[in-house]
T-cell receptor
Framework: ETGVTQTPRHLVMGMTNKKSLKCEQH?????MYWYKQSAKKPLELMFV???????ENNSVPSRFSPECPNSSHLFLHLHTLQPEDSALYLC??????????FGPGTRLTVL | KNQVEQSPQSLIILEGKNCTLQ??????????LRWYKQDTGRGPVSLTI?????NTKSNGRYTATLDADTKQSSLHITASQLSDSASYIC????????????FGKGTMLLVSP
């Protein structure tokens, strides 16, 4: 266990559904991240939050909407996704942009 | 464009043997270079973190080296164990920050009995 939890671990949704991914860290970190990992592709950084403020948004489509209500929780709200959005979505946290601790990921399938 | 190339793409070795994984990068200047281990179905776990001024960093049976002149890094695994079977990912963090950090595709290592 890395101290970073993600729910759900698996999610299947249709293109018209709205769902949310949740991440929680118990490490006292002040930065949190969302990554996308597709098959046979490198990890892609999606969003970075530092001290609850979004500091990075790597040209992610608006159908992905992050939310960071406090330093321990991070959400990724999903709506009208496409089949190519199917991937493993990883959350990570760190202290001051240093070593990152990853959660186990949410395996998302969009039908 | 910043790139991180890892080789080999996949590798099979016998338990107890050593192996070396390679990472070539074009990111410059960079803040630090990291190696991660990712077990199937799990998130990556940090193995080593090196700044540009460090040449080598060890973590148990894992030893990472860095040559900033040739822009190459390697991860050496000694006396491999079955539990070393995983994907090993090289990540380069540029000085410009996280917006352009670059991950390699990883090397898939299988240690067979």
């Amino acid at each position: 266990e890395t101290g970073v939890t993600q729910t759900p671990r698996h999610l299947v949704m249709g293109m018209t559904n709205k769902k949310s991914l949740k991440c929680e860290q118990h490490l006292g970190h002040n930065a949190m991240y969302w990554y996308k990992q597709s098959a046979k592709k490198p990890l892609e950084l999606m969003f970075v939050y530092s001290l609850e403020e979004r500091v990075e948004n790597n040209s992610v489509p608006s159908r992905f909407s992050p939310e960071c209500p406090n330093s321990s929780h991070l959400f990724l709200h999903l709506h009208t996704l496409q089949p190519e959005d199917s991937a493993l979505y990883l959350c990570a946290s760190s202290r001051d942009m240093s070593e990152q601790f990853f959660g186990p990921g949410t395996r998302l399938t969009v039908l | 464009k910043n790139q991180v190339e890892q080789s080999p793409q996949s590798l099979i070795i016998l338990e107890g043997k050593n192996c070396t994984l390679q990472c070539n990068y074009t990111v410059s200047p960079f803040s630090n270079l990291r190696w991660y281990k990712q077990d199937t179905g799990r998130g990556p776990v940090s193995l080593t973190i090196m700044t540009f001024s460090e040449n080598t960093k060890s973590n148990g049976r894992y030893t990472a080296t860095l040559d900033a002149d040739t822009k190459q890094s390697s991860l050496h695994i000694t006396a491999s164990q079955l539990s070393d079977s995983a994907s090993y990912i090289c990540v380069v963090i540029p000085e410009s920050g996280y917006s352009t950090l670059t991950f390699g595709k990883g090397t898939m290592l299988l240690v067979s009995p």
